[in-house]
């Protein structure tokens, strides 16, 4: 399994250029998936590399208060989000508002929490002008501070240079460890925490708790029928929150790094209250991360049902959570113990999937016999001619398909050939991805 990707947080005042620095260090690198609900257009969180070292950055942002005691808490809860679930922390200062109170209390806080802060002081557009202005910041007792300007684009590779010293070396040893992975995640009280109990509870595994690598969170040793799996739990740190946008916010940066780790993700959502915009976020993530994906509908047994309610409920998940129609579905109560023991069936089909490799010589049969029954599309007389394809990548299952003209290969067509896929072996709970690549006539001959 490949090493898990570090997490970066920004943390500071109100007005320091939090979003400016977020956004220029995300660049033009994130994609709007139009069919992916709230997770992109959110931009809570971005993937970033540096000197080929790839990044998850968090925007742990939200509300911008008013009054100096509310900022001050914000900034704590902001820097507690920060201290849970990043290996590194950007603690953001302005040099033109210069030093203040919350920066001294917050940074207080951040060196109790022994993780590594990198000090930025943003708005230096001139080092001339504003150079001296940032010995300051060394009162903080957090570091050397860099001094950068966001909105010019200076100094971010200094600042980026330090984030990255302080990565964990990757050890391999999540490599070697070829235990499977799941990560559960959903709302707040959906009953993730319970589902894990009673998995412990329910075989009287041996269970001993894995301290989770930099997190704060748990990972959970489950062993069942001569398996190990490793269940990362999101549920963990109850914090009081005092803003309903802020616990949201919590819980989907929360999905995010656990989700990274995983291999797979059980999405819990609660019967009684349906799917919900917040559950279409975080499958969002799992499923823009290309994770295996499985939903389980807790509190199934809370529900009046009749013979047609399951099918029902689930066309109405479906619906909105269209754009990952390859997911599994599980109905349980992780309260009695329903189909509880089916979930782990589940976990092992799904992974068979994500790493099933398909022989090039059996896909382009498939690829012969799909463009024979559905002729690829034409523009202005010149049409797609699709010469093979191969599969390069696994988890998820991942496809270079080598044409004349990419220009021509709809996004229509290439759902056309996955779902030719799909019908062939299935690839339950995965999602597939494709990559178009051009060849001349002449480099095919």
């Known amino acids: 399994m490949s090493g898990r990707k570090p997490v970066v947080a920004i943390v500071g005042r109100p007005n320091v250029g939090k979003s400016t620095l977020f956004n220029v260090l995300a660049g033009d690198r994130i994609s709007i998936v139009q069919d992916t609900p709230g997770v992109t257009r959110d931009r809570i969180y971005a993937d970033c590399t540096w000197l080929n070292r790839a990044f998850t950055l968090i925007d742990t942002g939200g509300i911008e208060p008013d009054s100096k005691d509310i900022i001050l808490s914000q900034m704590r809860e902001q820097a507690q989000i920060a201290i849970d679930t990043a290996d590194v922390i950007i603690f953001l200062t302005d040099v033109r508002q210069g030093l203040s109170d919350a920066d001294a209390k917050v940074a207080d806080m951040l060196r109790k929490s022994r993780k590594p802060v ?33 909105a010019s684009r200076l100094g971010l590779g200094d600042l980026l240079d330090e984030v990255v010293r302080h990565f964990p070396e990757s050890t391999g040893e999540e490599e070697d460890d070829d235990r499977l992975r799941i990560a559960i995640v959903g709302k707040p009280n959906v009953g993730k ?45 109850r914090r009081k929150a005092q803003v309903k946008e802020e616990i949201e916010r919590y819980s989907v940066i929360r999905s995010v790094t656990a989700v990274e780790r995983a291999d797979i993700a059980v999405l819990v959502i609660d019967a009684t209250e349906g799917v919900t915009e917040q559950d279409a976020k975080i499958a969002g993530i799992a499923h823009e991360r ?58 092992d089909l799904v992974h068979q999937s994500q790493t099933l490799r398909v022989k090039t010589g059996v896909l382009n049969e498939i690829l012969a016999d799909a463009v024979a029954m559905n002729q690829p599309p034409s523009d202005k007389g010149k049409r797609l001619k699709i010469y093979y394809m191969t599969q390069v990548a696994v988890k998820p299952p991942s496809f270079v398909v080598f044409v004349n003209d990419k220009k021509l290969m709809h996004f229509s067509y290439v759902r056309y050939l996955e779902n030719q896929l799909r019908d062939a072996f299935g690839f339950s709970g995965t999602s597939l991805k494709f990559m178009i690549r051009e060849k001349k006539e002449k480099d095919m001959a």
């Not at 002081?121 to 001094?147: A, H, M, S, T």
């Not at 990952?324 to 992780?334: G, R």
């Open 118 to 150: 990198v000090l930025a002081v943003n708005k230096v557009d001139n080092f001339q002008k504003f150079g001296n202005d940032i010995y300051e910041f060394y009162n903080l007792g957090i570091g050397d501070p860099v001094g950068i300007s966001a």
């Open 193 to 237: 925490s319970s589902l894990i109990n009673k998995l412990l509870g329910e075989d009287r595994l041996i269970v001993s708790d894995i301290a989770g690598t930099t997190r704060d969170a748990v990972d959970t040793l489950v062993r069942h029928n001569g398996q190990e799996y490793i269940f990362i739990d999101t549920a963990g740190l």
């Open 290 to 347: 290309g994770k295996g994906i499985i939903v389980a509908v807790n509190k199934w047994d809370a529900i009046v049902k009749n013979d047609k309610t399951i099918y029902q409920f689930r066309d109405k998940i479906r619906q909105t959570l269209s754009f990952m129609p390859y997911a599994e579905y599980l109905f349980i109560s992780a309260k009695t113990g329903l189909r509880l023991e089916k979930l782990f069936s589940e976990i």
